[in-house]
């Protein structure tokens, strides 16, 4: 069985991410396709379209697989009907936060498997402004490759 983390701390999960080739991959990507990501996380009501959501996928699929299992946290829907994707949080405390925003909505772990693809959005947040930081440690997660078993979702 892989070891299993859960991240208690956002400097946990920044150590976690800088561990992983995670910057060296997305630096591959077209800057274009960076600051729509980019966009994304600053605007998360965004429309995407079908192109981008293409690309923000092919993104996806390029990033290193996991290592260990992780945990991630998302509050609300699991799935997006206009997207193809959903971002989460790598840290519980953020998800506990949105769902105070509303209260009828779930925290919903999600148990990310080890050689699952994620986009991080710290090292994003380094390349457009020389700050691997994220306060909400938001992850992107093809939603193809979310399941849910015996009431427990999964990301394979």
Not at 30 to 53: F, K
């Amino acid at each position: 069985m892989a070891e299993r983390m859960i991240f208690k701390t956002p400097n946990e999960a920044i150590t976690y991410l800088e561990s992983c080739e995670y910057l060296e991959t997305l630096k591959k990507l077209p800057m274009d396709v960076i600051q729509m990501i980019g966009q994304l996380q600053n605007y998360n009501n965004m429309e995407c379209g079908d192109e981008n959501t293409k690309k923000v996928i092919a993104a996806i699929a390029q990033m290193p697989p996991t290592s260990k299992e992780l945990v991630a946290w998302r509050c609300g829907d699991m799935r997006s009907s206009s997207r193809g994707f959903v971002s989460a949080t790598l840290w519980e405390d953020v998800a506990k936060k949105f769902q105070n925003y509303n209260r009828f909505s779930k925290v919903h772990p999600i148990i990310i498997h080890v050689g699952a693809r994620l986009l991080p959005f710290a090292p994003i947040n380094d390349i457009r402004f020389r700050s691997f930081e994220d306060p909400e440690l938001e992850i992107l997660l093809d939603i193809n490759h979310l399941v849910k078993r015996r009431g427990v979702y999964h990301y394979v």
